[in-house]
C-alpha cells in the first residue's frame, strides 16, 4: 500500500523531468543523465533519501559553485590494473559513470582493476553502482567518505574525527546477486538529522554528547559544540565500526592523496573502487558454485523465534526495484515539497501522478 502523502510516478516522467532541472541548472545532458539515472536508482531501490530528495541539495550546490558541471577529469596516475583521478568537483554520478566503463574496459584482460577518485562531488547511494558490474559476474568493493565531514567518534573517544563511511560490496551469484551497503557507524548521519527534525527520541542511546556521555537525543549534534556518532557496534563492541570506518578512510582518501589534513570543505568526496574478474581466480563457474552453495545454507538456517525470513543483503532493495518499475515510483510528500521550489525557479511543471 502507497503511503499516505505520496504519489506514484510513471520512471519515464520522472527521467524527463529530472534531465530538465540539471539541464537548466547548467548542467550538460551527458553529465545530466548519469545523475539522474543514479537518484531514479536510489527512489527505486526504496533508499529515499539518495534519490530526487537529494535533488534539491544537489542544485543548490550547484548554483553555489560547489559541484561544477563543466570540471575535467585530471588523470594523477595509470597503470593497466590501476588509475587515480582528481574530479575537480564534477558530478559525481558522471564521474562514477566514466569510471565505470573504464575499469569494465580493463578487467577482461587484467582480472583486478582498482580505482581512486579524490575530489568528487557527493556520488549518491552505493548501491546503485554495483548492479551494472555484478550483472557481468564481477566481484566488486566500493567505498567512499568525505573528508569535510566529521561526526563519528573513535572508539572511547568523544570528538568526532570520522565521518559514517560507507562501504558496499556486489557479490554475483547465479541468482539475485548480494548487494552489501552499509555505514562503519551506527547509522548515517541523514538517519539522525531525520529523528531530530520529528523532535523524536533514538532507540537506543546510539550518540554522545559533547561531554562523551550516551544519550537517544539526536538534537546533541547540532549543538555547539556537537555531539558525536558511535561507531558500528555502539559503546561496547565500537571497535569493529571503528576498524572498518578506518579502513574506508585509508582506501577512498589516502591512496587517493587528498583526505583530511587539506581540511577541505563538506562539498568533495573521496572514492574507492575495485573489480575482479573470478575467472582469473580458480574461475566463475567454481565461485558461483560456492556462493550459490552458500545462499542456500543461509536460506535454509532455522529461523529464530521472533524472525519471520532470512533476507540477504540486497534482496528487500531489489524487490522494490521490481515492484516500482512496473508500478511507478513512489515520491513521499517530503520530497516533493523539496522539489517544489526549483519547478518554480525553472518554470518546469512537476509530472503528472498516477492515479492511486
Known sequence: MMPANSKRFTLCSLERFSLALLMRAGVPEERALP????MLDA?????STHGLWFMSAYLERIAAGQI?????????????NAFAWHAHRAPGAWVMH???????????????????????SHIGCLQTYLLPLVEKNLLVTLCATNPGVRSVAPFGGSDSVLTTNPVAWGIPTRGAPILIDQCTSVASNTFFKSFAAKKHMLPEAWLLDSTGQPTHDPAVLQHTPPGSILPLGGLQLGYKGFGLGLMVEAFSL???GSGRRQEPDMYGQGVFIQVIDPDCFAGREAFLDEMDYLVASCKASR??????EIRLPGERALAEREQQWVQGIT???????RLH??????DLPFPESLPH
Open 68 to 80: 561544477s558541471p563543466q570540471a575535467e577529469l585530471q588523470v594523477i596516475h595509470d597503470q593497466p
Open 98 to 120: 566514466i569510471a565505470t566503463e573504464e575499469l569494465l574496459r580493463r578487467v577482461g584482460s587484467h582480472g583486478v582493476v582498482s580505482a581512486t577518485i579524490a575530489d568528487c
Open 331 to 337: 515520491l513521499n510528500e517530503e520530497v516533493l515539497s
Open 35 to 38: 545523475m539522474t539515472q543514479r
Open 43 to 47: 527512489d527505486l531501490l526504496g533508499h
Open 254 to 256: 589516502a591512496l587517493g
Open 303 to 308: 529461523l529464530r523465534p521472533d524472525s519471520k
Open 341 to 346: 521550489p526549483w519547478t518554480e525557479h525553472f
